[in-house]
């Protein structure tokens, strides 16, 4: 996942969970352009500027001007939110390195990025007056130490800003943040858009193209006896094992319905299932396991766009399920498995 990735994932994510009605990469203003706030802007940056001693380097200026500091600016990512309740604009920094960001030169790491934020932060002040500004750095791999001094350093920065009473506040997505709040919501309402001509999103629809196939293979094994097989030999999906290569999500889509249409659920647990509490203990999962389609009336996100029939009524099933070294839901999952299967 290079940087050029990752900023089509931000770009996605921006127009279609922060609903942004404008969004572009690499960002950069025009000369033409009136500059607002200069006094602001520039109270701002040496407030920064003094907030930050430990970075000797941290002279946001430079020696350049303003007006050549706002020109010499790049946005990796720019979106633009226009509400009844607030017109926000996101500015996002992008970034990722195979190796974990620059492990050995932190400091040095950190002052870069909160310089990064500034430069940005300047920006937005400058040409989007009476707008919210959403400062976000955005990496799916940082080393921990830079990542624990950078968590320090955006904390402060908040303190900075809310102080001086700016519209502005910082966000760090990295790591499992970084999945949780980009990536995974991303990815999961890619199967609810008809169309799309996003270069992250056209890439996810192509990889669903196997997952599908693979899917449907699953499905065709499960119901079809083996050869010289017994007839009262379990069930294809009450062997889990036959089911180890599989990612969460095919676990999910494959097993999981077979299992709520036999006769070991009853439609009290099918009940317990619409119930968020619930499957949160059962499954640690943040959403129903189901939600059924008299009780809505659009396409839920983070639920699969294809409806489940299951004893007589159709239902959506919840997409939202990780495996990673973070949070693996696939154990409660095999668990509850294993107790249905019967």
Known sequence: MKNGVVESLVYSYLRQIKKC??????????????????????????????????FSNMNIFDNNSLDLLLAETEVGVMGISCEKKANTVYIVDAVFDEKGLKDGFTQKTVEEIIKKYVNCMACALAYWDGFEIKAIFASPKVNKSVYTALEDAVAELNKLLKNDNMPIECFLYCN?????????PTENISGQLADSHEFFLKSIELYSLFDVNEEEQDDENIDKPAKKEKIHKENEYEKL????????????????????????????????????????????????????????HIQPARYYSKLYEIKGGMYYLCSEW???KFKNDRIKLEAWIKENKK
């Open 21 to 54: 009605q404008v969004t572009q990469k690499d960002w950069v203003c025009s000369p033409n352009w009136e500059i607002k706030n200069r006094s602001e802007i520039i109270g701002l940056i040496d407030i920064i500027n003094a907030g930050f001693p430990e």
């Open 176 to 184: 499992e943040e970084f999945y949780d709040e980009i990536l995974n």
């Open 241 to 296: 094992d036959k089911y180890k290569h599989l990612r969460i999500g095919q676990l999910v889509r494959t097993v999981v319905p077979k299992i709520l249409n036999s006769r070991t659920i009853s439609d009290g647990d099918l009940l317990d299932y619409q119930d968020r509490d619930f499957c949160k203990e059962l499954f640690d999962i943040q959403y129903p396991l189901l939600i059924k389609l008299e009780n809505t």
């Open 322 to 324: 990780y495996e990673n």
